[in-house]
Nanobody, 112 residues
Framework: QVQLVESGGGLVQTGGSLRLSCAAS????????VGWSRQAPGKEREFVAQ????????YYADSVKGRFTVSRDNAKNTVYLQMNSLKSEDTAVYYC?????WGQGTQVTVSS
């Protein structure tokens, strides 16, 4: 079992930045692919970014490429999402994922 605690969401103006954190406890963190998805109101949950456990390669949705950076700190059992140049369309609940486990979600609101 893996428990996930997310933090860092909030309200930010267009063009601003936020950093989300997701701390994991329970199982060996380094053996999991970790990442983030998001769900906007009235829409399905969509992939945002991930870091593969085997080689730490990163993958991004086209909509966030060049603006968001996903990273992991295995010593701290934490995955991060640095979000820059935020747009109103980035407004959503952001969920971290460690293997098949999901966090509770953190709200990100970008105001114009």
């Amino acid at each position: 079992q893996v428990q996930l605690v997310e933090s860092g969401g909030g309200l930010v103006q267009t063009g601003g930045s936020l950093r989300l954190s997701c701390a994991a406890s329970g199982r060996t963190f380094s053996q999991y692919t970790v990442g983030w998805s998001r769900q906007a109101p009235g829409k399905e949950r969509e992939f945002v970014a991930q870091v593969r456990w085997s080689d730490s390669n990163t993958y991004y949705a086209d909509s966030v490429k060049g603006r968001f950076t996903v990273s992991r700190d295995n010593a701290k059992n934490t995955v991060y999402l640095q979000m820059n140049s935020l747009k109103s369309e980035d407004t959503a609940v952001y969920y971290c994922r460690v293997g098949s486990y999901w966090g509770q979600g953190t709200q990100v609101t970008v105001s114009s």
